[in-house]
């Protein structure tokens, strides 16, 4: 069973919920960051899923810089910690999963612990990329590039890729 066939809401039903409801139906979308959709939820009704999700990113665009940081440290790292420790949102798992990221050699491993740890320790947030699109040579292409990047690019780019991540789970949760 897809995870749409299983999470499927319609519009009509989440715009009668009340701020707590909205909320825990769209657990997950915005990773562990239940925030976003309860600040959402005053924009409803939302007519479309793009009316929804564009209230959503509105949401985390519009924080302040600081909220944005924790927000963006509050994503897993690709086949990191997280994920070896079981603890990553089942939705980052199937993510990971998609791109093989739950397959990698071992020479793989050690080259995406070294890239995640110096993209950190540049950026100060994990590396961040939608890796439904890409498939794991050209996560490692993106990443490796996306280093030398400026930390305010840097910033602007994860949070592109967040908007591509969660319309895809905004997709699969509710249906249009």
């Known amino acids: ?14 715009n009668a919920m009340d701020r707590e409801e909205f909320a825990a139906a769209l657990a997950g979308t915005f990773e562990n960051s239940p925030w976003v959709a309860e600040a959402a939820w005053a924009a409803q009704p939302f007519a479309s ?11 985390v665009q519009s924080a302040p810089r600081g909220t944005q940081l924790a927000f963006l440290c509050g ?3 690709l086949a990191g910690k ?20 739950d397959a990698l050699s071992r020479h793989e491993m050690g080259e995406l612990r070294e890239l995640n740890a110096r993209y950190r320790e540049r950026h100060g947030f994990p590396f961040i990329i939608a ?21 305010e690019l840097e910033l602007k780019e994860a949070l592109a890729q967040i908007a591509c991540i969660t319309r895809l789970r905004v997709e699969a949760r509710v249906a249009a």
């Open 75 to 77: 994503h897993p790292e």
């Open 131 to 151: 890796v439904r699109r890409y498939s794991k040579a050209e996560i490692f292409e993106r990443l490796r590039s996306r280093l030398a990047q400026g930390s």
């Open 82 to 101: 997280e994920a070896q420790a079981g603890t990553m949102t089942r939705e980052s798992v199937g993510e990971q999963a998609s791109a093989g990221l």
């Open 49 to 59: 899923l793009d009316a929804l999700h564009a209230a959503m990113m509105d949401a």
């Open 1 to 14: 069973m897809t995870e749409a066939a299983t999470f499927a809401l319609d519009l009509d039903t989440l």
